[in-house]
């Protein structure tokens, strides 16, 4: 890891890509993302709860399906936050009564030193990208082939479903007008039914 940090783009794509090789080939990725346009209509607390219940439903579901058992680990900002959303939703869940297949406590991690957190933020730079400057741009064609030929074809998929309900969530954009130019764009650019 040591050589990776480092300010070079492509040792951070290097490191990227073996983190990613890493994983087994019935990985599954859910990946929960909005924009908000220069305007937050939530408060930053009500948001961060949003996405946790998103994320923590559609990581139960899928561990139910394969019978295991999973941890999520989580960036190592807001903490105490975090993790009071966390027990709120494992313990008065609104959509799942009970939590069988997560496990009763959050693990947090330095971003700098965890390949999860870093691949999290890959990933949301992916989507940047897609949505401000398409192909072009510093790094984005390499970045964009990694995500195409390791990463995209791990996302959550189920019969029946579109993507946006499995595995690639987009939060608060479907009922807003530029919301939908969004999606569009990132159905063009990642090539992402949605």
């Known amino acids: 890891m040591q050589k990776y940090v480092h300010n070079d783009y492509t040792y951070y794509l290097e490191f990227i890509k ?73 313990i008065n869940g609104k959509f799942v009564k009970k939590y069988y297949h997560i496990k009763d406590s959050m693990s947090f991690e330095i971003s700098t030193f965890s390949s999860g957190i870093q691949i999290v933020d890959y990933v949301s730079n992916i989507i940047f990208n897609s949505l401000k400057r398409g192909i072009k741009g510093r790094g984005y064609t390499e970045s964009l082939s990694i995500f195409e030929k390791i990463l995209k074809p791990k996302i959550r998929r189920k019969p029946e479903m579109l993507i946006s309900q ?29």
Not at 166 to 194: A, C, Q
């Open 166 to 194: 499995t595995g690639f969530v987009p939060l608060y954009l479907k009922k807003h007008r530029k919301g939908l130019e969004l999606l569009k764009k990132i159905k063009e650019n990642l090539d992402i039914n949605i």
């Open 18 to 90: 073996k983190s990613l090789e890493i994983l087994s080939k019935d990985t599954t990725v859910i990946v929960i993302w909005t924009y908000f346009f220069n305007k937050v209509f939530k408060d930053q607390s009500k948001i961060e709860r949003d996405f946790l219940q998103t994320l923590m439903l559609r990581v139960e579901y899928e561990l139910r399906e394969r019978e295991e058992n999973g941890i999520i680990i989580y960036d190592q900002v807001n903490i105490n936050k975090i993790f009071e959303h966390y027990n709120d939703i494992y």
